[in-house]
């Protein structure tokens, strides 16, 4: 994982090898087409996404993969999809060697941006 001080998505992208860049700038465009309104920051030393200024998703570089976080609620409604990845209770691991499944990441993020506006919503 990278560990230097990016201060913005843009910066931490450029640090990695252009072959993996290319699988994160596909993971920040399926996320702002998903999600327009996600404020982009850096966190926990990679790009972070909130939502009603909730953190919704996050994604970092690594040497063999993309590491795709959107919690463990989403994780868990989605572990028969994700069965073919390594993964942890609030992670999941797309290899480079692998196409990123778009489909898949774009339903999971739209789970997490309904299940933070349902959360927003009730504590209106």
């Keep these: 994982m990278n560990t230097t001080e990016a201060k913005n998505v ?14 994160m700038k ?53 572990k028969d999809q994700l069965s073919d990845y390594k993964k942890g209770k609030g992670s999941v691991q797309f290899p480079h060697s692998e196409p990123l499944p778009e489909q898949l990441i774009k339903e999971m993020i739209q789970f997490k941006v309904n299940d933070l506006s349902k959360a927003s919503n009730s504590s209106l």
């Design 10 to 23: 843009d910066e931490y992208i450029a640090e990695f090898p252009e072959e993996v860049q290319e699988k």
């Design 26 to 78: 596909l993971m920040r465009s399926l996320i702002q087409q998903v999600a327009p309104e996600a404020a982009e920051s850096i966190a926990y030393h990679m790009p972070a996404y909130k939502l009603n200024k909730k953190p919704m998703v996050y994604f970092g570089g690594f040497a063999n993969h993309l590491g795709f976080y959107a919690t463990p609620v989403t994780h868990e409604h989605f």
